[in-house]
T-cell receptor
Framework: EDQVTQSPEALRLQEGESSSLNCSYT??????LFWYRQDPGKGPEFLFT???AGEEKEKERLKATLTKKESFLHITAPKPEDSATYLC????????????FGKGTKLSVIP | EAQVTQNPRYLITVTGKKLTVTCSQN?????MSWYRQDPGLGLRQIYY???????DKGDVPEGYKVSRKEKRNFPLILESPSPNQTSLYFC???????????FGNGTRLTVT
């Protein structure tokens, strides 16, 4: 059974204080790893897909990286508008549509 | 605009009163899915559909029904809602295997 563990559960940062969120996974044949951002009461919004170890993707202040066991979402010089819950999900198996989600990291960026 | 539309956004009902939450996508996606999200438990899949007339159970299907008569629509039916079904519900669709899920904006359901 696929498992996804995100840490920490919650993270408070000062504006401009860079940090990283972790997503550890156990899957039988990773097909893709996804990062989403979710604002309170809204649907998750897609950020990145990573397909293989060593891959990196960037968008504004966010950078996602992937190894064979985990993924990191690096946040550089965060702003208050980056406050949200960040979700990680994996797709595995033979071309499955199914995703397994982690429980998320709630990020708060204080001005 | 490509989107997944759920209705209603908010719903308060009483135990046992049948309800339907609608979901529609305009992206011609074959795969659609329903999730519920609860504090501390994350997103859990209720049902999914690979195509018209093809549906299957997810991780927490008890107390729910779905149907897929048309490609664009995937309603979630609660025949006899109970308070433990109070939750935030999301419909989602996906273009192809190993591609991102597109989520609706959610339906917050309260069952008293």
């Amino acid at each position: 059974e696929d498992q996804v563990t995100q840490s920490p559960e919650a993270l408070r940062l000062q504006e401009g204080e860079s940090s990283s969120l972790n997503c550890s996974y156990t899957v039988s044949g990773l097909r893709g790893l996804f990062w989403y951002r979710q604002d309170p009461g809204k649907g998750p919004e897609f950020l990145f897909t990573l397909y293989s170890a060593g891959e990196e993707k960037e968008k504004e202040r966010l950078k996602a990286t992937l190894t064979k066991k985990e993924s990191f979402l690096h946040i550089t010089a965060p702003k208050p508008e980056d406050s949200a819950t960040y979700l990680c999900a994996v797709s595995s198996g033979a071309g499955s549509y199914q995703l397994t989600f982690g429980k998320g990291t709630k990020l708060s960026v204080i001005p | 605009e490509a989107q997944v539309t759920q209705n209603p956004r908010y719903l308060i009902t009483v135990t046992g009163k049948k309800l339907t939450v609608t979901c529609s996508q305009n992206m011609n996606h074959e795969y659609m899915s329903w999730y519920r999200q609860d504090p501390g438990l994350g997103l859990r899949q209720i049902y999914y559909s690979m195509n018209v007339e093809v549906t299957d159970k997810g991780d927490v299907p008890e107390g729910y029904k779905v149907s897929r008569k048309e490609k664009r629509n995937f309603p979630l039916i609660l025949e006899s809602p109970s308070p433990n079904q109070t939750s935030l519900y999301f419909c989602a669709s996906i273009r192809e295997r190993v591609s991102p899920l597109h989520f609706g904006n959610g339906t917050r359901l309260t069952v008293t």
